[in-house]
């Protein structure tokens, strides 16, 4: 069974920037778009970056010009560089392919202070 592990959250003020990493550990990592999410408390999961196979990006407007999401494909890994984070970017942080097929991992807090 395919594992997902996120790391690199943390608390921040606002206007920080934080690096988040997530590790798969499944060589079938290199052919999937992979995404990363986040769920803010008593709201749905939503999708804010993508990253196809071959490196071509996606991001949601909320996010756009700030979040930066890349791939390491030697390593199954999957980055999300955040900058000059806002209060609304507190949330659990998860990666998973484009379309959340793998079972998702224990996330990632990230808590941005005013």
């Known amino acids: 069974q395919v594992q997902l592990v996120e790391s690199g959250g943390g608390l921040v003020q606002a206007g920080g920037s934080l690096r988040l990493s997530c590790a798969a550990s499944?060589?079938?990592?290199?052919?999937?778009?992979m995404g990363w999410y986040r769920q803010a408390p008593g709201k749905q999961r939503e999708l804010v970056a993508s990253?196809?196979?071959?490196?071509?990006?996606n991001y949601a407007d909320a996010v756009k010009g700030r979040f930066t999401i890349s791939r390491d494909n030697a390593k199954n890994t999957v980055y999300l560089q955040m900058n000059s984070l806002k209060p609304e970017d507190t949330a659990v942080y998860y990666c998973?392919?484009?379309?959340?097929?793998?079972?998702w991992g224990q996330g990632t807090q990230v808590t941005v202070s005013s």
């Open positions: 998973n392919t484009r379309v959340g097929f793998w079972p």
């Open positions: 499944t060589s079938s990592f290199t052919v999937n778009a």
């Open positions: 990253i196809t196979s071959g490196g071509r990006t």
